[in-house]
T-cell receptor, first 115, second 116 residues
Framework: GAGVSQSPSNKVTEKGKDVELRCDPI?????LYWYRQSLGQGLEFLIYFQGNSAPDKSGLPSDRFSAERTGGSVSTLTIQRTQQEDSAVYLCASSLFREYGNIQYFGAGTRLSVL | AQTVTQSQPEMSVQEAETVTLSCTYD???????LFWYKQPPSRQMILVIRQEAYKQQNATENRFSVNFQKAAKSFSLKISDSQLGDAAMYFC?????????????FGKGITLSVRP
């Protein structure tokens, strides 16, 4: 597709359930980022993938959060045993690593609501 | 660690007027990038303008321009001839220069409303 695609657009789940959020980056973009946008914390970095390098996981808030990127393209963010504080919009962005200025292009996000 | 501060949570402007959104940041790096992103209700973040720290000239994109004061660590966005479609949340963001430090650090954002 032309832009970053995220699915689902909205997800409602019960506390304690696991959820998977998907991100399909712009074709050819080697860098992929996950961010979380919540009312209390604003926009926070979660994890960064670049090519075949080890991901930068420094922003993951707990070991309930994990992410993988298969084949250097699609990424899945998994939240295990969801808690109400996980309710937020999860945004994915991709960029051309070598591009001057490394502009990040964002998807429309997944709004996660944990009941 | 870098921080970005947007101290105004909300602003309002009359259509066709000019408005300035403020942003300050803190960093120990000498080379970096600064961005303004717009987030309409659709949630998709859209890049408005970018500034490279090593450039003294302020960036301009049509009706959008910045006032970059490196010594003061200030990066404000000026929107000229405001339009109804400019109503959105605006985020100021910082990015380090090297690829390994390419994550964005955002301010808390400002909600801009445009009065017809």
């Amino acid at each position: 597709g032309a832009g970053v695609s995220q699915s689902p657009s909205n997800k409602v789940t019960e506390k304690g359930k696991d959820v998977e959020l998907r991100c399909d980056p712009i074709s050819g973009h080697t860098a992929l980022y996950w961010y979380r946008q919540s009312l209390g914390q604003g926009l926070e970095f979660l994890i960064y993938f670049q090519g075949n390098s080890a991901p930068d996981k420094s922003g993951l808030p707990s070991d309930r959060f994990s992410a993988e990127r298969t084949g250097g393209s699609v990424s899945t963010l998994t939240i295990q045993r969801t808690q109400q504080e996980d309710s937020a919009v999860y945004l994915c962005a991709s960029s051309l690593f070598r591009e001057y200025g490394n502009i990040q292009y964002f998807g429309a996000g997944t709004r996660l609501s944990v009941l | 660690a870098q921080t970005v501060t947007q101290s105004q949570p909300e602003m309002s402007v009359q259509e066709a007027e000019t408005v300035t959104l403020s942003c300050t940041y803190d960093t120990s790096e000498s080379d970096y990038y600064l961005f303004w992103y717009k987030q309409p209700p659709s949630r998709q973040m859209i890049l408005v303008i970018r500034q490279e720290a090593y450039k003294q000239q302020n960036a301009t994109e049509n009706r959008f321009s910045v006032n970059f004061q490196k010594a003061a660590k200030s990066f404000s966005l000026k929107i000229s001839d405001s339009q109804l479609g400019d109503a959105a949340m605006y985020f100021c963001a910082y990015r380090g220069y090297t690829g390994a430090n390419s994550k964005l650090t955002f301010g808390k954002g400002i909600t801009l409303s445009v009065r017809p």
